[in-house]
């Protein structure tokens, strides 16, 4: 059931980025969500067609590409160029490291969760800095800016599934079944939080649009 509803909570965000395109898709980050949701719709409705040969492959994929969108919200909204940099350069090592735990022969289990951790933890590591980058230059409540809303999603998400991963190659079948509907459930809530960033970009833009502009009133 959880399974269902996870696979189908990747409509929210393209269904209400449909319903307002003019009003989102001038911001790159909204426009990169909603590929992200549609790309992972469809991989989670072909997912019972994913056969158990090629099951190590498909999570290798699946954690890079997830990488890849995640990275370039975050780093989209970070102003220092410098940190941004510190992004790439942890990004590209991120993906040389995988590539190499991949083809480790050594290496045998399904789940790569030794690179799902490491995702997490620079993730999460970049989403701080960009509450930390907010609350250093921002006068107006940090939750008004529409990407709080998809950094939260992402922190609930990869912390809520952190050490299930982390876990899921050294525990029985039989315990990770009863552990995994909670990976599915903070996906979900990320998927909500999505859909509540673009909720609040739509009443920032029709706020900025109804604005009144004031006659000039200086004679002088």
């Given at each position: 059931?959880?399974?269902?509803?996870?696979?189908?909570?990747?409509?929210?965000?393209?269904?209400?980025?449909?319903?307002?395109?003019?009003?989102?898709?001038?911001e790159?980050?909204?426009?990169?969500?909603?590929?992200?949701?549609?790309?992972?719709?469809t991989?989670?409705?072909?997912?019972?067609?994913?056969?158990?040969?090629?099951?190590?492959?498909?999570?290798?994929?699946?954690?890079?590409?997830?990488?890849?969108?995640?990275?370039?919200?975050?780093?989209?909204?970070?102003?220092?160029?410098?940190?941004?940099?510190?992004?790439?350069?942890?990004?590209?090592?991120?993906?040389?490291?995988?590539?190499?735990?991949?083809?480790?022969?050594?290496?045998?289990?399904?789940?790569?969760?030794?690179?799902?951790?490491?995702?997490?933890?620079?993730?999460?590591?970049?989403?701080?800095?960009?509450?930390?980058?907010?609350?250093?230059?921002?006068?107006?409540?940090?939750?008004d800016?529409?990407?709080?809303?998809?950094?939260?999603?992402?922190?609930?998400?990869?912390?809520?599934?952190?050490?299930?991963?982390?876990?899921?190659?050294?525990?029985?079948?039989?315990?990770?079944?009863?552990?995994?509907n909670?990976?599915?459930?903070?996906?979900?809530?990320k998927?909500?939080f999505?859909?509540?960033?673009?909720?609040?970009?739509?009443?920032?833009?029709?706020?900025?649009?109804?604005?009144p502009?004031?006659?000039?009133?200086?004679?002088?």
């Amino acid at each position: 059931m959880f399974f269902t509803i996870l696979t189908y909570s990747f409509l929210f965000f393209p269904t209400l980025f449909l319903f307002k395109l003019p009003s989102v898709k001038n911001e790159r980050t909204l426009v990169i969500v909603f590929i992200y949701s549609l790309f992972f719709f469809t991989i989670l409705v072909c997912d019972p067609l994913i056969d158990s040969s090629t099951s190590k492959l498909y999570y290798a994929l699946y954690t890079l590409i997830e990488y890849i969108f995640f990275v370039l919200m975050v780093s989209m909204n970070i102003q220092n160029k410098k940190f941004k940099q510190v992004i790439l350069a942890l990004s590209l090592s991120f993906i040389a490291f995988q590539i190499f735990y991949f083809f480790d022969v050594k290496n045998k289990k399904p789940i790569d969760a030794i690179p799902i951790g490491i995702e997490a933890i620079l993730l999460i590591i970049f989403c701080f800095y960009f509450f930390y980058e907010q609350l250093k230059k921002t006068v107006s409540p940090i939750y008004d800016n529409f990407f709080f809303w998809i950094v939260l999603g992402l922190i609930i998400y990869l912390s809520g599934s952190f050490f299930i991963y982390l876990l899921s190659n050294t525990i029985s079948s039989k315990e990770l079944r009863s552990y995994w509907n909670i990976t599915y459930i903070v996906d979900i809530l990320k998927n909500v939080f999505f859909v509540a960033s673009g909720l609040v970009f739509l009443k920032q833009s029709k706020s900025a649009t109804r604005k009144p502009v004031l006659p000039n009133l200086d004679f002088y």
